[in-house]
């Protein structure tokens, strides 16, 4: 199979031609908002300390998180996705390496392309005085010798410069990030975001494919590894932190940091341990002390890890993990909504 | 300065996260000789599990600011909320310091003055000694941005230890992933190893990296781990390294052996070093060596 094999059918829409012809029907919405902006549920983000009744509300967002990489993020969230089919809603946020589409192949109806806010300067309304400078805690502006130049990888879209320029010197320009793409599966609603490579911030990105979450159905995001900006965006505000670990010195260090990190979101959570016999018992004490549900055990085994390998889901090729999955689902939504 | 060039480094990178980087160079570590250690995962440090390292020194991690509102000066006229795009800042006029952003517009333009903003410490960094030499790394802060920039300094940390030391060679851990800290860990690299898995996923990543590695004009050699998971695949990134040009250095079978010898925090190398999957490692250390000029002598 040539590597062509994974890119998802309607990447052709992406071309250049076709965006355009997108914007001039009307259809690409760019955020006006950059960065953390632009949110589905934008009054559940906000405010850390906001009521916790509004997490009774009929359905929810469930995300997929890990310290660790490579622990089955991608598995849980696929399989969970596709057992739930017309009921849920699949959302990758993880767009620097974007791995859903493999395994669901969606039918891509929509495509876009996201952009952050730059500055540009008129040199010919410049005065040289430099305060966009001073303002700027992120070096993206700098006036040297007869010039302001600006590096517009290290831009955050704060508009402090434009807000502080005393000539109105400053506008704003849209830079590309990367292509958000919905659709899909059957019943199976579906969106992501993949990040150009050679660009720094995921971000605007995450949000892009959280804005794609949809309130009537349960919406399960794929969130990258790690727990530093992109995950804390990937998950904040959810309802449910699936922390998928494996049963190993590295699984359970980067757990606790995963943990350290849902409890500092306030969110509740609990565990699957994914190869659950290659390793030791670290995990399940922790796991008890701390008393987080383990959720899932899924055992080390060849034919799963070969259905994995080509991008085949458990719940089609291996029949008793679709009623486990559904299963899962009623699990989180227990814990979920205990008080 | 000029001696920085003397100095050679090895990132070991994947694109998709647990592929095996770690455990890779862990065994490098016990393999090669004259080298310093750098782990730049920081997200996600996981070297010092086997290295077991005897902390030298440590330092807080500095960088960037956050708003905090003076309710006592502020007059709540609400043009920070208006002004701040990152929605932190709340009706009561509390700043979440998980959404600021730490622009200081808000600070700027406040009309009492009301709002501070101090440094943040995002992180820690360590120097320490271990059986395989010294090894710099270093732990975000939950919950903390700034991972790019504590990369370059652990980065930073690992050559000056090496430049004071006389150590031709680091050998660094890279994060996972293909943005603002996998791009501050590779640049100014000699040369990045990339471990990949014969998935799908591995494949789809691995071709992300390798266009970031060309990108930033560094070599990349590519190695695959657990190949015997799914040989048809691996044999699929092999088709797609040889039309790039890119040299396979090995493929490492599937080996329990990895995880026995993490749980008992030793390199596979130090765990066994007559196994299957340390004598493939070995080997590929020792094109590593060959092909880059990694050791001396």
Redesign the interface.
């Known amino acids: 199979?040539g590597?062509s094999?994974?890119v998802p059918k309607g990447d052709s829409r992406s071309s250049r031609e076709e965006q355009s012809l997108i914007v001039a029907a009307g259809i690409l919405v760019h955020d006006q908002?950059?960065?953390?902006?632009s949110r589905a549920f934008?009054a559940k983000?906000?405010?850390?300390n906001a009521d916790c009744s509004r997490n009774t509300k009929k359905n929810m967002i469930i995300s997929i998180a890990s310290?660790?990489?490579?622990?089955g993020k991608?598995t849980i969230a696929t399989n969970l996705a596709v057992a739930l089919g017309s009921k849920a809603r699949l959302l990758d946020c993880d767009v620097?390496?974007p791995?859903d589409h493999?395994f669901i192949r969606p039918h891509v109806n929509h495509t876009e392309t996201v952009s952050t806010k730059v500055p540009q300067v008129d040199m010919n309304k410049c005065t040289l005085c430099g305060r966009c400078q001073e303002?700027c805690?992120?070096q993206a502006i700098v006036v040297v010798g007869k010039t302001a130049l600006t590096f517009p990888e290290l831009c955050?879209?704060?508009?402090?410069c434009v807000?502080?320029c005393p000539e109105d010197a400053i506008a704003e320009i849209d830079k590309e990030m990367g292509i958000f793409e919905s659709g899909n599966r059957d019943s199976l609603g579906f969106a992501h975001a993949r990040?150009f490579?050679?660009?720094?911030?995921?971000v605007p990105l995450i949000d892009r494919v959280r804005a794609a979450a949809e309130p009537d159905k349960i919406n399960i995001i794929d969130a990258?590894?790690?727990?530093?900006?992109?995950v804390?965006s990937s998950v904040?505000g959810t309802d449910f932190v699936v922390l998928v670990t494996?049963p190993?010195?590295?699984g359970l260090?980067?757990l606790k940091?995963a943990v350290?990190?849902v409890k500092?979101?306030g969110i509740p959570h609990g565990i699957i341990i994914n190869r659950s016999d290659?390793?030791?018992t670290g995990v399940t004490e922790y796991a008890e002390k701390e008393n987080i549900p383990i959720l899932m055990e899924i055992p080390f085994n060849?034919l799963i890890?070969?259905t994995?390998?080509?991008?085949k889901l458990l719940v089609e090729e291996l029949p008793d993990w679709k009623d486990r999955f559904v299963q899962l689902y009623e699990e989180i939504k227990d814990h979920a909504t205990k008080p | 300065m000029q001696r920085n060039h003397d100095i050679k480094e090895l990132i070991v990178i994947s694109g998709k996260g647990g592929t095996g980087k770690t455990s890779l160079l862990g065994a490098f570590a016990s393999l090669a000789t004259d080298k310093a250690l750098c782990d730049a995962d920081v997200d996600a440090a996981d070297l010092y599990l086997i290295l077991e390292p005897e902390i030298r020194k440590r330092q807080d991690f500095q960088e960037g600011h956050r708003a905090v509102i003076d309710q006592d000066r502020c007059t709540e006229c609400g043009l920070c909320r208006d002004l701040c795009r990152f929605h932190a800042i709340s009706p009561d006029f509390k700043v979440d310091p998980i959404e600021c952003e730490g622009c200081g517009v808000c600070v700027h333009f406040c009309p009492v003055e009301a709002i501070d903003f101090p440094i943040k410490t995002c992180g820690e960094l360590f120097i320490s000694e271990t059986r395989c030499g010294p090894m710099v790394h270093a732990r975000l802060g939950i919950a903390e941005d700034n991972s790019g920039k504590l990369v370059t300094l652990t980065r930073k940390e690992a050559r000056e230890l090496a430049k004071n030391r006389g150590l031709g060679l680091i050998l660094t851990d890279g994060p996972p992933g293909l943005a603002c800290p996998v791009i501050a860990a590779i640049a100014g690299a000699a040369a990045v190893l990339i471990v990949t898995e014969p998935t799908l996923s591995g494949h789809h990543d691995m071709d992300r990296v390798v266009e970031l590695a060309n990108h930033f004009e560094i070599p990349a050699s590519i190695c695959v781990n657990k190949y015997d998971l799914n040989p048809d695949m691996t044999g699929v990134i092999e088709q797609y390294a040889k039309e790039r040009g890119l040299p396979i250095l090995g493929t490492i079978p599937f080996d329990p052996i990895f995880t026995k010898a993490m749980v008992q925090n030793q390199t596979i190398v130090e765990y066994d070093r007559r196994s299957q999957g340390a004598e493939v490692v070995i080997e590929i250390w020792e094109k590593l060596v060959a092909g880059f000029c990694l050791q001396k002598g």
């Not at chain 1, 990258?224 to 900006?229: A, E, K, Q, R």
């Open positions: 199979m590597h094999g994974t908002q950059p960065s953390k902006a934008p983000g906000v405010e850390l310290g660790k990489g490579g622990t991608t620097e390496e791995n493999i303002i805690q992120f955050h879209s704060c508009g402090g807000q502080v990040l490579v050679g660009q720094v911030m995921a990258p590894p790690g727990t530093s900006c992109p804390i904040k494996e190993t010195p590295f260090n980067d940091l350290g990190m500092i979101l290659l390793g030791d060849r890890a070969q994995y390998s080509n991008g």
